[in-house]
C-alpha cells in the first residue's frame, strides 16, 4: 500500500488518497479499514478479472475477533456467517501407518473457528467496497503476497525461505454424493467432520483435513522433500498424472483408508511449495508500506496468513485515523511497532510447529515422533500455544470495532 499525504485542493474537506498494491484479501481488507479511516483508496489488481483463487490456499480459519472484524466492514455482518462452516474443535490424532489405527493426542473444543474458502471471503469483501475501487489491471504490476514485487524493491536481496517440505492438497466436491461410499466412509471416521480442524500426524508427515461450505472437503498433506524448481511467480507446481499417482499409493501407505480414498477421489490436486521469510526489521519506507503476506510470509501451520492480513489492516486504519494525514510518519511508525513483534513472532511459532509436526530438527526437541512423544510435547500442537492467541495490541485509545 502506497499512501500518499498529498491533499487535493478542493474547498471540501480534503480525504487523503491512497494506492493498495494487489487485490488478494490483505489488499481488500486494507481497502475496507482505510475506508473507513476516512481515506479515498484504489486497488490495483494485477489480474484481468475477479480472483478465484490464492496461491497460498482455498481454505482458511477465522477467529471470532476475525469475523468481528470482517463484519463491521460489510453491510450486513450476516453475509460472513452465511458463507462460512464452524470449526469448534481443533483435534490432533497420531496415525499409526503400519497399523491403521489412530488416537486422539489433543482435542481443544473451545477453538471457536469458523472456515472459509477463500474465494468467497474475498468475494464478499470484494462486492462490498463501493464499485470502481478495484482496478483490474492486465498483469502489469505483480505484489501478490508472499511474493511481493514491492517488497522486493525495497528489500532486492531478500530471500524466501523454503520450508523443508511441500503441500499436497485438493478439495473434493461431494454434492450430489453424499451417499458416495468414500463419503459415508470418511463420515464414520471423522465424526465431527463440518466442526472440526483435524490434524493427522505421522512418522514425518502431517495433513489437515476439514469440511467448507457447500459439501467440500478440504486437505492438505505436507511431505519432506528438497526444493523443487519452480517456474515463474508461483509457489504452485503443476503436477503430472504419475505424480498423482504416485501420490494416491503413498497415502494408502500412510494414513487411514477412509483420508486415502478421499484424497484419490479429489480431482486436480496440486502442489504448493511452503516458504517463509526470517523476520523483516521494517515494514514501511517514507510513505510505502507493507501489509499481509508481503510484510510476513509465512507457513499455514498456525492458521495465521488471513488473521495477521487482517489485523494489519485494522491497526494500519486505526493508526492511521488516530495519526491524520498530517502524521503519516507517526501513524506509520506506530503500525509497524505494533505489528511487528507479534507477525514476527507467528511466523517463527508456525515454522517450529510445522517443522516439528514434519519430525524435522528444532531446537531444543526431540525429533517429534507422535507415537513415542509425550503429552507436553502435544500440547505446543494445539492452535491455541500461539503466541497472541488471545489477544493482540491495538493503538492506544482504539478498539476495533
Ligand atoms: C488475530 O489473532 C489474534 C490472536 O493472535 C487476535 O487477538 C486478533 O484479534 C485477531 N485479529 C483478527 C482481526 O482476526
Ligand atoms: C482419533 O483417535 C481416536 C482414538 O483415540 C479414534 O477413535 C478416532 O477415530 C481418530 N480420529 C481420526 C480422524 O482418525
Ligand atoms: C487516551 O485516553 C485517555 C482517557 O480518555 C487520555 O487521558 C489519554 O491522554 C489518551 N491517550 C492518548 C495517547 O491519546
Avoid at 475477533?65 to 458463507?83: E, F, M, V
Avoid at 463501493?130 to 517488497?151: A, E, F, K, N
Avoid at 511508525?333 to 514476527?344: A, D, F, G, I, M
Wanted: hydrophobic residues 35%.
Amino acid at each position: 500500500m502506497e499512501g500518499q499525504g498529498e491533499e487535493i485542493k478542493k474547498p471540501t474537506k480534503p480525504k487523503a488518497k491512497a494506492v493498495i498494491v494487489g487485490g488478494s484479501i490483505a489488499g481488500l481488507s486494507c481497502a475496507h479499514a482505510l475506508i473507513s479511516a476516512g481515506w479515498d483508496v484504489v486497488v490495483v489488481e494485477k489480474s484481468s478479472a475477479p480472483l478465484t483463487g490464492s496461491p497460498t490456499g482455498a481454505g482458511l480459519g477465522l477467529e471470532q475477533s476475525a469475523r468481528k472484524q470482517i463484519g463491521a466492514w460489510l453491510r450486513r455482518a450476516q453475509r460472513l456467517h452465511d458463507a462460512t462452516v464452524p470449526l469448534a474443535v481443533d483435534q490432533n490424532n497420531a496415525t499409526d501407518s503400519e497399523k491403521k489405527v489412530s488416537r486422539v493426542l489433543t482435542r481443544d473444543e473451545e477453538f471457536n473457528f469458523r472456515a472459509a474458502h477463500w474465494t468467497d471471503l474475498h468475494g464478499l469483501l470484494r462486492e462490498e467496497l463501493p464499485p470502481s475501487v478495484v482496478l483490474w489491471c492486465y498483469g502489469v504490476m505483480c505484489s501478490y503476497g508472499c511474493l511481493s514485487s514491492i517488497r522486493q524493491s525495497f528489500l532486492p536481496d531478500l530471500k524466501l525461505r523454503y520450508s523443508g517440505y511441500c503441500a499436497w492438497r485438493g478439495i473434493l466436491d461431494f454434492s450430489g454424493q453424499e451417499n458416495l461410499e468414500a463419503i459415508l466412509g470418511i463420515k464414520r471416521a471423522y465424526p465431527d467432520l463440518g466442526k472440526c480442524l483435524y490434524f493427522d500426524l505421522g512418522s514425518g508427515t502431517h495433513s489437515v483435513f476439514y469440511e467448507l461450505l457447500n459439501k467440500r472437503l478440504n486437505w492438505i498433506w505436507y511431505i519432506n522433500q528438497p526444493e523443487p524448481e519452480l517456474k515463474g511467480s508461483s509457489v504452485t507446481m503443476k503436477v503430472s498424472s504419475e505424480m498423482i499417482q504416485d501420490m494416491h499409493r503413498e497415502a494408502e501407505k500412510v494414513w487411514l483408508p477412509e483420508l486415502a480414498r478421499i484424497m484419490k477421489e479429489t480431482k486436480e490436486p496440486f502442489i504448493n511449495v511452503i516458504y517463509d521469510c526470517d523476520p523483516l526489521e521494517k515494514i514501511f519506507w517514507d510513505n510505502v508500506v507493507l501489509v499481509g503476506d508481503a510484510a510476513h510470509p509465512t507457513t499455514p501451520h498456525g492458521l495465521r496468513s488471513t488473521n495477521m492480513s487482517i489485523s494489519d489492516a485494522a491497526v494500519l486504519g486505526l493508526c492511521l485515523k488516530k495519526w491524520g494525514v498530517e502524521n503519516l510518519h507517526s501513524a506509520l511508525h506506530e503500525y509497524q511497532s505494533l505489528r511487528l513483534p507479534v507477525t514476527s513472532k507467528q511466523v517463527l511459532h508456525s515454522r517450529r510447529l510445522g517443522r516439528i509436526k514434519q519430525g524435522l530438527p528444532v531446537a531444543g526437541w526431540q525429533r517429534f515422533d507422535p507415537t513415542t512423544s509425550s503429552r507436553e510435547e502435544w500440547q505446543e500442537l494445539q492452535q491455541k500455544s500461539m503466541p497472541f492467541f488471545n489477544e493482540v495490541p491495538l493503538p492506544e485509545n482504539s478498539s476495533i470495532q
